[in-house]
């Protein structure tokens, strides 16, 4: 009931203010689109037992990376490609500190998160209030002119189309596919996926880098599109919203997706809200923050759990159980 | 026929293998026999490529087998059953069935379903293939191994103490599966320490001592020929003996408790001083639910719970250890000891020298110095508990217990442990009783419960389905009532 309310509030404020619901919906799917490559990458390393807490100063470094690449290259392309390298050689660190020096992942994590938060201000120094490139718009012929539909779902970029298609993909190969089964019971046990022939090591490496590169990616999708443009910290605390997302979100692609449109409801509604409260201009933009913490620790309640019990068919969706080996070290053979 | 020939595996000093040299011939089940830390699951990682030993050689039906990991190994015919299954709790039985197995990209859960199934039907398994592994007892997640391995191929299983946390119908199942498999030409290891079952289901056996092969026989033979063979001496049980009952120490009264998964309805037991009473049940029927309220460690949801006359129904677990209630958890390194403490510290924590705010380190080193020599814990006061064998995980526990408990609480209080082992504990338990302690402990060794219960109380769907006068009672008769049948 609770949990009804508090998800569907935002929404229905939303739609009171807005009226025009097609175009508001749109604005929140695009706006939370960096967060879901963000977040579906960091699901992804955490599957496999690794945990990447840089992950705020690794957009904020790939979203500097980004918007750089695309700046001094004229081509957007280049700066998907430069954003999704720099994240993933952050990753590599992790995974690199993790399985060859067994070193904490959270103490490694947090020193970079620090150290590249400090890099992206002064490597982004010439970037600065640039005007650059951006990822140009690209209206999905036919399906764009669906009602409701169509202003909502089909006429974004591609950098939102991928953060779709990378849902769905993320859902089919974690619980379709082989290696997608192999790479949860690494993070799950990795003695058991080692007795059966899975090299914990490789996995580890390959899907803290993919992770990586998707968060990245997700950096770059903010400079280059959702918000435009580089200053100093720009990007700041959507890390930490993220990791929190994933975890609340059960390492679930659905749920986690579901997440970021929440917080995306909840920033357009911050941002609307602020014409008709002038006084809090400077309270409202930070809003959102503590507001998902809160949301999302409200629909954790173990009710949920029991629902997943009483239908087979949920229980995925509403288990939210971490992988047991997270933030472990696993020394093989 | 397989043949390890003089295999060394040494850590640090430990020389864990010693030069074993074992043969076991196709169609046959073979007993590999050891006390605690003999070597026992260190030859069999070697064989099953988990590990890889200093010097020696395998030959797998003539050919040498050279394995460097398990998957190489379960290629070449292989398979290990660990004690505590690899299953992936989470995931379903039909996932855990696939993981590891040769599936395309894409996976097939149709036709693995289908081969699970067939396998399933084959040899009397009951699997909801949609379960998760979670919900398997630990003998329905053998039996889910067991057919994992069988479906790659494998054509020696080795089965490490397989027994150990399985009920006695999963037992006989269990091997009835291992004797068909034996006859369709499989060559099974049985690694155990209990020599009961060695008896019961191997043709021919092993028996290490120390990293060395002391024995290879035939069986039957007496046990304690296999006994001596084992430690090197004879042991004789502790005959049974009876003290005079004293005054109620605990009187529990239409106890209720309900949990997830155990519905406790409406259960009373009193123990008497110097009584000991033993609780027989599947495990989840109700007597781990039971032994905890009697703890003070869960609330009944009825009831009441009555120590020496003072009602402690909805006291704390502090009150209930203040008035002499002692607690000893099946869960040794999780409930009753803390990992990466050394034995000082522990003793530190709550040992009988009285502690102020700044720790007395002289005293708890001293009492821990003194204790574990006299309780023969194999380690030293710097030792931490995970590096200790269960057997003296055990000893440490008991060796903390405060000098006077007036009822002793316990979960299985020899699972895993070697004979030996069990006696001592067993005898350390008894001067309690001598000394007027009740005592009431859980167990799923038949054995245990008739040989040192004074009365048993078979539970059963979260009730007590009898009492039983363990002297009048017989393992037969507890096996059919743990079921929840009367004999026929």
């Known amino acids: ?333 | 026929m397989l043949e390890l020939i003089d295999i060394h595996k040494h850590f640090g000093p430990v020389r864990a293998n010693d030069g074993v040299t074992m043969r076991v011939e196709a169609g046959t089940i073979h007993g590999l026999l050891g006390e605690n830390g003999a070597g026992k699951s260190t030859l069999m990682k070697v064989l099953a490529g988990f590990i890889s030993a200093d010097s020696g050689e395998i030959l797998l039906g003539g050919e040498p087998l050279e394995v460097s990991n398990p998957k190489e190994s379960v290629t070449a015919g292989i398979g290990l059953l660990h004690q505590d299954p690899l299953l992936c709790l989470p995931f379903s039985v039909l996932e855990n069935f696939m993981l590891g197995r040769p599936e395309s990209f894409v996976l097939d859960p149709d036709t693995a379903r289908t081969e699970l199934e067939d396998l399933a039907a084959r040899f009397d398994f009951q699997f909801l293939a949609d379960a998760t592994a979670r919900s398997l007892t630990v003998g329905e997640r053998q039996q889910l191994e067991i057919l994992r391995l069988l479906s790659l191929g494998v054509r020696v299983l080795i089965l490490d103490e397989p027994t150990t946390a399985i009920s006695a119908t999963q037992r006989a199942l269990l091997f009835a599966t291992l004797r068909k498999l034996a006859e369709e030409g499989m060559t099974v290891i049985f690694v155990s320490h209990k020599l009961e079952e060695i008896d019961e289901i191997c043709d021919t056996a092993t028996v290490l001592r120390a990293g060395q092969v002391t024995g290879e026989v035939v069986l039957p033979v007496s046990s304690s020929e296999l006994v001596s063979l084992m430690f090197g001496k004879a042991i004789i049980p502790e005959e049974r003996t009876d003290v005079d009952l004293g005054e109620p120490v605990v009187d529990l009264r239409n106890i209720t408790a309900i949990e997830r998964l155990v519905r406790l309805q409406d259960v009373s037991l009193t123990a008497r001083a110097g009584e000991v009473i033993g609780l027989a049940g599947l495990a989840g029927s109700g007597q781990q639910t039971m032994l905890k309220v009697c703890a003070g460690q869960r609330k009944p949801d009825a009831g009441t719970v009555v120590v020496h006359g003072e009602d402690v129904t909805r006291s704390s677990y502090n009150h209930h250890m203040g008035i002499g209630v002692h607690w000893l958890p099946a869960d040794r390194l999780g409930e009753g000891l803390v990992e990466g403490l050394s034995v000082t510290e522990h003793f530190a924590l709550a040992g009988d020298t009285p502690q102020g705010f700044v720790v007395d380190w002289a005293g708890a080193g001293e009492e821990a110095a003194t204790k574990i020599s006299h309780f023969s814990v194999k380690g030293t006061t710097e030792s931490t508990p995970e590096s200790l064998s269960g057997g003296n995980q055990q000893r440490l526990l008991l060796a903390m217990m405060p000098d006077h408990v007036e009822l002793l609480l316990m979960e299985h209080p020899t699972r895993g442990l070697d004979i030996e082992s069990a006696e001592w504990v067993w005898h350390q338990i008894l001067e309690r009783r001598n000394d007027g302690t009740a005592i009431v402990f859980s167990s799923a060794d038949l054995d245990e419960l008739l040989r040192y219960s004074d009365r048993i109380l078979v539970f059963f769907a979260g009730r007590v389905l009898r009492e039983l006068v363990a002297a009048d009672a017989d393992a037969e008769e507890l096996g059919y009532l743990i079921g929840g049948k009367e004999r026929e």
């Open chain 1, 1 to 333: 009931m609770v949990l009804g309310l508090l998800a569907a509030a935002p929404l229905v404020i939303a739609l009171a203010i807005a009226g025009d619901l097609d175009v508001t919906t749109g604005t929140v799917i695009a706006g939370a689109a960096p967060l879901i490559y963000a977040t579906i990458g960091e699901t992804i390393t955490e599957k496999a037992g690794v945990v990447n807490l840089s992950l705020d100063g690794s957009l904020l470094l790939s979203a500097m990376a980004g918007f750089g690449g695309a700046f001094m290259s004229g081509s957007v392309i280049v700066g998907f490609i430069a954003a999704a390298a720099a994240s993933a050689l952050v990753a590599l660190i992790i995974a690199y500190a993790s399985i060859e020096l067994r070193l904490n992942q959270i103490a490694v994590g947090f020193v970079l998160f620090l150290l590249t938060t400090e890099l992206s201000a002064l490597l982004g120094g010439p970037f600065v209030r640039e005007p650059g490139p951006s990822v140009p718009n690209l209206e999905i012929p036919i399906l764009a002119d669906i009602p409701f539909l169509g202003k909502a779902l089909f006429q974004h970029n591609l950098s939102i189309y991928g953060s779709f298609l990378l849902i769905a993909v993320a859902y089919w190969f974690f619980y379709r596919t082989r290696p997608g089964l192999e790479l949860q019971a690494v993070g799950e046990r990795p003695e058991s996926a080692f007795a059966r022939g899975i090299s914990v090591r490789g996995a580890r490496y390959f899907y803290t880098v993919l992770g990586g590169a998707l968060v990245g990616i997700g950096g770059a999708a903010f400079s280059l599109d959702q918000k435009f443009g580089w200053s100093e910290g720009h990007v700041r605390n959507f890390g930490w919203i993220a990791l929190a997302i994933v975890i609340f979100g059960g390492w679930h692609p659905f749920r986690v997706a579901l997440g970021c449109y929440l917080f995306g409801a909840l920033q357009v509604v911050a941002l609307k809200l602020q014409p008709v409260f002038p006084g809090l201009s400077q309270v409202l933009p930070i809003l959102p923050f503590p507001t998902m913490i809160l949301t999302l620790v409200v629909i954790n309640r173990p009710g949920f759990r029991a629902l997943g019990d009483r239908f087979a068919s949920l229980r995925k969706f509403l288990a939210s159980e971490p992988p047991a080996s997270l933030g472990t070290n696993f020394e093989q053979g």
